[in-house]
């Protein structure tokens, strides 16, 4: 195994803009709830998008349970929502997220489709090195993007050198 | 006038369902291009006049839905808008070469919407009595 320098042309710069793009677009100001009560013992909603191809890796979103909901029901304009409705709302936000990320790539990549992990479900660890991150809030809540170059197995068959 | 709005995503679907409503159209939707097929066919006798289209759904995605629906003489006057997050170059154009009429990349504002919308002349709020 090894793991290749996390040369990209993404940088923190970058994902703090499309995160705040991403968050702005889907959610007009008057949208936003006048007080908010973070609540990050509630756990947290874990988002990610594969991109394979020329670069592979993933773009994560992490928001805390109680952010999710809230950004779900303001997605929705919905006041009762299912936990299948925030994996939902959730997964199209890292999905654009994770297509403003591929489009500063410089090699030819593929978007894969959103996987989230809410509650109590913990979410898969895959061996990646972290590219760039960035810490936005939302209406008072804490929402992280992260960027991952996952790590790839170079080991030819046969090669015992 | 009817729209058609494809997104395997119900959150977009229903971003899409709002502010296309706001502007005059009636919704249906689909979650793949495989039911969106499914839901021009039903609606044959009347089919909508614009198309929404995701590219990354399972399924069916958006650029083989495009080239289904060119390939189908009888659906030539639906105008297919991609609205995706795919932003490259190279995939707008394979896109607008399979026969989308237009592009609109995820995130966007509802401004920008219109703005498409007032380029295809499918703006109901602007359409002549």
Known sequence: ??????????????????????????LLEQDLPATTQPDADAGWVHASIAVTGGWTGHITLEVSRAGADVLTRRMLLAEEISPEDVTDAVGELVNVLGGNVKGLLLEESALGLPQVHTYDEPAPRRAAVEVCHAELVWAGHP?????WLDEQDDTTPGDNS | M??????????????????????????LEAGDGQQALEVLAAHADAPPVLATVDWNMPVMNGLEFVKA????????????MMVTTESEHGQIVRALAAGAHEYLIKPFTSD??????????????????
């Not at chain 2, 629906?69 to 297919?80: N, P």
């Open chain 2, 112 to 129: 920008a919407l219109v703005d498409k919308l007032d380029y295809l002349g499918l703006n109901p709020q602007r359409s002549v009595a």
């Open chain 2, 69 to 80: 629906v060119r390939a189908e003489a009888a659906l030539r006057d639906v105008t297919l």
């Open chain 2, 2 to 27: 009817q729209a058609l709005v494809i997104d395997d995503s119900r959150t977009m679907r229903m971003v899409l369902r709002r502010q296309l409503e706001l502007l005059g159209y009636g919704i």
């Open chain 1, 143 to 147: 929402v992280d993007v992260r960027v």
């Open chain 1, 1 to 26: 195994m090894s793991v290749i320098a996390p040369e990209s042309p993404v940088t923190a710069h970058d994902l703090q803009v499309f995160g705040e793009e991403v968050l702005t677009a889907f």
